[in-house]
C-alpha cells in the first residue's frame, strides 16, 4: 500500500525520506547541492513543497515514498534489534523475508530478552510508542535465578536508585513460582529490567516482553499490521473482521492514543 497524501502538499525533503533514501536532513542536503529535479526541473530551494503527482529525480534516479510496512515479531533469544552488527550476530531482520524496505526496530530488546518488538518503516508510529512522553506500558516476564521474597517486591515498588536516577515501576508480582515475577513499566531506558533486579542482588536468566503499548503476543498476525497501516493513514473504521483478535478493543485504544498523540 503506497502512502496517501490526501492531495496535499508535502514537503520535499519529507517525501525523499518517505522514499526510503534517507533522512530529512540529508535529503536537504541532496537539494542544496544541486542532486534534484522536480519535474525534470533542478531545484535547490530547501521548503518547496509538492504534490502526489509530482516526478522527483534524486541523481537521476526516479523515486517514489515506501509503503508503510508493520511487522509484529516475536523476538527469538540471542538476536541484536539494530540493522547491522559488527560482531557478525545474528539481527531480527535476518527473520523477515521478502520486505525491500528499510525497516528499524521499535522499543529495542537486548540480545538476550524475547518477546514483542516492532519492525517498521514509519517514524511517526516509532515515535509515539517510544517517546517518553507518552508513557508507552510495558510488560515483562521475568524469571531469576533464585526466589525473589515479599520484602524484595515491596523494595522494588517503593523505588530504587539506579545510575544515579530515582526509578519506580508501575507494578510488580510474583507469578506462578518463587522466582519469576511480571514487572509492569512505562521507563524505555537501556536494560532497565535487569538493572532493577541487580539493584536487589538479582540476576535475571529469562526475560520476556509480553504486552508492548496497545500490543500482546496473542496480537501477534496479519490483522494487526492491517489495522496499524489503516490507523497510520488516518483510516479509524472499515478494519474487516476483527472478531478474531484476543483484545479487540485494542483497536479503540490504539486509535485513541493515535489521535491523542497527533
Do not use: W
Not at 508493520?70 to 560482531?87: C, G, W
Request: glycine share 6%; hydrophobic share 35%.
Amino acid at each position: 500500500m503506497r502512502r496517501k497524501f490526501n492531495s496535499e502538499l508535502i514537503r520535499l525533503n519529507k517525501y525523499i525520506s518517505q522514499s526510503g533514501l534517507c533522512s530529512r536532513r540529508s535529503a536537504d542536503q541532496l537539494i542544496i547541492s544541486g542532486k534534484v529535479k522536480v519535474n525534470n526541473k533542478l531545484c535547490t530551494a530547501l521548503g518547496t513543497k509538492i504534490s502526489e503527482n509530482d516526478k522527483v529525480i534524486v541523481n537521476n534516479k526516479l523515486i517514489k515514498p515506501e509503503r508503510n510496512i508493520y511487522i509484529l515479531l516475536n523476538k527469538p533469544k540471542d538476536y541484536i534489534s539494530t540493522n547491522k552488527d559488527t560482531h557478525n550476530r545474528k539481527i531480527v531482520f535476518d527473520l523477515i523475508k521478502g520486505v525491500n524496505e528499510r525497516l528499524f526496530s521499535v522499543g529495542r530488546l537486548d540480545r538476550k530478552t524475547t518477546g514483542l518488538l516492532l519492525l517498521t518503516n514509519d517514524g511517526n508510529i516509532a515515535k509515539k510508542l517510544t517517546h517518553p512522553s507518552h508513557k508507552i506500558k510495558k510488560i515483562y516476564s521475568v524469571t531469576l535465578e533464585k526466589n525473589i521474597s515479599e520484602n524484595e517486591l515491596i523494595q522494588v515498588r517503593k523505588g530504587l536508585k539506579i545510575d544515579g536516577e530515582n526509578i519506580k515501576v508501575d507494578n510488580i508480582k510474583r507469578l506462578e513460582k518463587n522466582n519469576e515475577v511480571g514487572i509492569e513499566i512505562h521507563i524505555g531506558k537501556n536494560r532497565i529490567v535487569r538493572k532493577i533486579f541487580e539493584a536487589i542482588d538479582h540476576k535475571v536468566s529469562k526475560l520476556d516482553r509480553v504486552l508492548f503499548g496497545p500490543f500482546t503476543k496473542k496480537d501477534l498476525g496479519k490483522i494487526m499490521r492491517r489495522i496499524l497501516r489503516k490507523i497510520a493513514s488516518n483510516e479509524f473504521n472499515n478494519f474487516g473482521d476483527i472478531s478474531t483478535l484476543l483484545n479487540p478493543e485494542i483497536v479503540d485504544k490504539i486509535i485513541s492514543s493515535f489521535k491523542k498523540t497527533n
